[in-house]
Each structure stands twice: as C-alpha cells, then as structure tokens.
C-alpha cells in the first residue's frame, strides 16, 4: 500500500463526473446571473414607459426568479462538483467526505511543502512517513512464520507461496 499509492492519479484529482458537474454549475451561474441582470437592462431601458408595464413587469419577475433560482442552483450544483456529495455536507458521511476532498488536502499539504521547500525546511520523503513509527504492511508466511514485503509472492525465507491476508504492524525505526 505505502509505495503504490503514492503514483496513483486518482486520489490527487477530481473526478471526471465531479468536474463535469463543477463546470455545469458554473454555466448555470452566468446564465442565470445574465438573466438576472437583464430585468435591471430592461427596468433602465423602459423607464418612465408604462404601456403594458403589467406584462413587462411579470416577464421581468419571472426572469427574475428564474436568474436567481439558476444562480443558486448553479452553485449548489457546482459545490457538488468541486467537493462531492459527502465533502460539500449533502450526505452525512465524515469518512467519504475526507476521501472527496483529499485532492484539496493535498493540494494544501503540497502548497505547504512548496513553501517550506522554498524556506530550506526539509520535510524529507513522504514514503517513510513519520520516523518514530513507520508503518508497513507485512505478510506472515503460513509455512514459516516469517514476515514478508506485502507484495511477494513467495516467502523470503522457505519459499513457499504467500496466500495469507496481509496484517498490519508497526515496525521500529531500526
Ligand atoms: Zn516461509
């Protein structure tokens, strides 16, 4: 797990449903928001012109409405793209909600390295994590009993093949 993830595209961006939603919410934003502003256009352009004003005012209410209902709509469903369900608090899920707004937290984790980079702070390689306890996932032997590198496939002591579940443990920094 600790070596593979690193590489892995899909946990530093957002999904391709999630940005399509992002983007979708930003263009119901413009247009709602031009709708919204073109009742204010044509409120200045028929000023002091009251024929028909009933009908003129009704149009310009519901273009009202329905410009500001887009807007909101819009950035509801823009929220949803940028942070998923769970991270913007649709669902109620603290868990699924880290997972939809890892990209951020990474994000703001790699700005922070960035900057401590900039400053000649060396926070050193993420793959060995924390030095008091690094934790490793290993693969006990069935056979033998010796602790193996999760990946292999066979022991590294009596050769055998690895088919046990892989366990975690902490392993000291020696
Ligand atoms: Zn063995």
């Known amino acids: 797990m600790r070596k593979r993830n690193r ?35 044509s409120s200045a352009l028929n000023f002091g012109d009251f024929t028909d004003f009933e009908n003129r005012t009704l149009s310009m209410a519901v273009r009202a409405i329905t410009g500001m209902g887009l807007l909101i709509m819009g950035g509801f469903v823009r929220g949803i793209g940028a942070k998923g369900l769970a991270g913007s608090g649709v669902i109620l899920d603290p868990e699924r909600a880290r997972r939809d707004l890892e990209p951020f ?31 490793t996932v290993m693969v006990r032997c069935l056979a033998c009993d010796h602790l193996n590198e999760e990946d292999s496939r066979f022991c590294q002591d009596c050769g055998a093949p690895i088919r046990s579940k892989p366990q975690k443990r902490t392993l000291d920094a020696d």
């Open 105 to 135: 937290s990474r994000q703001g984790g790699g700005m922070l390295k960035d900057g401590l980079d900039e400053a000649g702070i060396d926070l050193g390689s993420r793959a060995t994590g924390s030095p008091k306890a690094p934790t």
């Open 7 to 41: 590489n892995q595209p899909g946990r530093r961006s957002v999904s391709e449903g999630r940005q399509g939603a992002y983007y979708l919410g930003m263009a119901m934003m413009v247009v709602g928001g031009l709708l919204f502003f073109s009742t204010f256009i």
